[in-house]
């Protein structure tokens, strides 16, 4: 829970807590947002987004009660940019948050932005781009809090950061360009090239004999989760996502993306071996398995550098640590009375335009004209109408302090990783794979003390429900955190307590300047109406509905028809099939969204 002042009743603990702040530091970085090119796998040369001329990005670390100014200015020249601080609450500074249409407009090329926020939280956290598609080109890194009053600081000698995440080697735009389309009626996302460790392969750790070492590791990927054990050692887990955790011995973990784990490895006492520690690419989330795919990166720990580095042992299969078992350090019991309780249904379908979109309740996200945080501080009373956030964001307006439970129907194969913005949730109900929805009328036994984080994974078929108290008025998105499945549409959107944030929140200049250089309007309802905010004319829309009947099914076969229809006029086979002209591509879109029923 996020500390403020107000929150306090006991004249000693707010003593403390001003003690906290008038002993905290301002914790500048000037960051020059722009291209470099990079070769982290070895395979492929490209560019990659660096900041200040360099790649991988620089780590923030701060303590808590800390400011943080981040000074960012994009050169890129060709694509706007944001940043989000992912796990960081943002208590009082909902407007530093980061997602572009939510809580700013983008940081459009020449321009720059100011985040400025006081952290009141310690952990394990990193920071990336949330402009559509962006941070697997690189946007990524660590964000770390330390905590002078930690339970851990006796337990451990020296901290360690680990960075696990899959690589592309062609830029996001190209590839998303590709994934929402009719030509890909299926949803296949794009399989990695390659899997890295803190944005390389081969990565070396030095250990010294006796010592116990705190591992912070960052899933910073954009689509694949990792498995990853220590050879020969024993991991300790005492954090995740920023939750101190009662300790827990695990051989091996399951990181999904956008997860933190800390854990204590305590090094052995003999230097005669060297051992390797692995990340190794959950499979299971990819459509086809390429040949050439290594979806595994070795790592080792190193006691003497004169030793050889050993290959990994191969495994039979995995079988990680269940973190639903986790208890958090504070015992935050489960809050069993609930005041708001809704129900995400998740599916993958089609739309008019034959491409694979992903929804909740058979919304598809599309992002409004203006920034949903500024119709909340434009919109007077009707701030609490959830229409004037548009029909296609998913809003839900909670109230202050309320309990507030997601119930979420998984109603695909997949595996989806669920991250909520400005808060962590008590995990209460996770089924296991192919259980269905879930049955409220015959809820399982809750644990007393849930563990609590900020991203979770919901199983195939499968559900989750999750809690948490409204009491951090802002507006937060929900939605899952592989990038391919946010760009196609799968989130939802929290506007908690609006007429509080209207009292509390005031817009810095630089957040207008962005819009303005954007051509992006500021005040109104999602469609940008000011003087009708129920008037949702003009708001952005998705593509039409399928025609009644029409399936993924038929579209897959409706494209292999057409195309199989352009070879079979090929009367010289070794030209092989040229590209589709603009003609051909224009009545292919035709045919699909003039199709029969399959």
């Known amino acids: 829970m996020a500390l403020s002042l107000s929150s306090f009743i006991n004249p000693i603990a707010a003593l403390l807590l001003f003690i906290l702040h008038v002993n905290a530091a301002t ?52 694509e706007s940019t944001s940043l989000h601080f992912h796990g960081l609450y ?49 946007l990524r890194g660590a964000v770390i809090i330390h905590d002078p009053d930690s339970p851990l600081k006796n337990m451990y000698d020296e901290e360690i950061i680990v960075t696990f995440s899959d690589w592309y080697h062609d830029l996001m735009n190209g590839l998303l360009e590709g994934f929402i389309k009719y030509s890909n009626p299926t949803g296949a996302e794009p399989v990695p090239k390659s899997a890295l460790v803190n944005e390389t392969q081969n990565l070396t750790i030095s250990m010294e004999p006796g010592k116990t070492y705190l591992f912070r590791m960052i899933n910073v990927g954009a689509f694949a989760a990792q498995y990853v054990w220590f050879e020969g050692h024993t991991m300790q887990i005492v954090e995740v996502d920023g939750i101190y955790t009662e300790p827990e011995d695990a051989d091996m973990i399951y990181i999904t993306a956008a997860q933190r784990y800390a854990v204590l490895i305590t090094a052995k006492n003999e230097t005669d071996t060297n051992y390797a520690f692995m ?25 003497d550098d004169k030793k050889d580095l050993p290959a990994a042992a191969p495994i039979d299969s995995f079988d ?56 909340v501080l434009t919109t007077g009373d009707n701030a609490t109408n959830p229409l004037v956030y548009g029909d296609h964001t998913n809003s839900f307006v909670l109230g202050h302090n309320q309990v507030v439970e997601i119930v979420l ?25 192919e259980a269905g929805n879930y049955d409220p009328t015959a809820p399982p036994d809750m644990p007393k003390t849930p563990m609590r984080r900020d991203t979770i994974l919901v199983r195939p078929d499968g559900h989750i429900v999750l809690r948490f108290r409204a009491d951090n008025p802002g507006v937060w998105l929900f939605h899952c955190h592989i ?54 004319k003009g708001q952005p829309l998705p593509p039409p509905r399928l025609p009644s009947g029409f399936t993924a099914r038929g579209i897959v076969a409706l494209v292999f028809s057409v195309i199989a229809a352009f070879l079979g006029l090929a009367t010289i086979s070794w030209y092989g099939a040229a590209p589709l002209s603009k003609e051909e591509e224009a009545k292919l879109k035709r045919d699909i969204q003039a199709g029969e029923p399959q």
């Open 27 to 78: 914790v500048t970085y000037d960051f020059d947002i722009g291209w470099v090119y990079a070769n982290p796998d070895g395979m492929a040369n490209r560019p990659v987004i660096g900041i200040n001329g360099k790649w991988p990005i620089p780590i923030i670390a701060a303590d808590i009660g800390d400011r943080i100014i981040v000074n960012a200015k994009n050169s890129l020249g060709n």
């Open 90 to 138: 943002q208590n009082g500074t909902n407007h530093m948050d980061g997602p572009v249409g939510v809580t700013q407009c983008g940081i459009a090329p020449g321009s720059s932005f100011t985040y400025n926020f006081t952290i009141d939280q310690p952990g394990t956290y990193w920071y990336h781009s949330h402009s559509r598609g962006q941070y697997p080109d690189g």
């Open 279 to 303: 990340g190794s690419m959950d499979e299971d989330l990819f459509d086809t398995v390429p040949a050439t795919l290594n979806p595994n990166v070795t790592g080792w720990l190193v006691y």
């Open 320 to 375: 990680p640590f269940d973190d639903f078992a986790l208890i958090p350090q504070d015992k935050e019991k489960l809050f069993d009375k609930v005041d708001y309780s809704f129900t995400l249904d998740l599916k993958m379908d089609n739309l008019g335009d034959g491409a694979n979109y992903a929804f909740f309740n058979d919304i598809t996200y599309v992002s409004p004209k203006v920034p949903t945080l500024y119709s």
């Open 409 to 433: 129907n998984n109603n695909d194969p997949g595996k989806h990783p669920f991250h909520l913005h400005g808060h962590a949730f008590q995990v209460v109900v996770r089924s296991d794979d």
């Open 483 to 536: 990038e391919w499945h946010v760009s196609s549409g799968l989130i939802a959107t929290m506007v908690e307590a609006p007429l509080i944030l209207q009292d509390t929140l005031t817009l810095p200049a630089d957040h207008l300047a962005a819009c303005k250089a954007a051509d992006m309007p500021t005040a109104g309802n999602a469609a940008g109406n000011t003087i009708n905010v129920l008037d949702l």
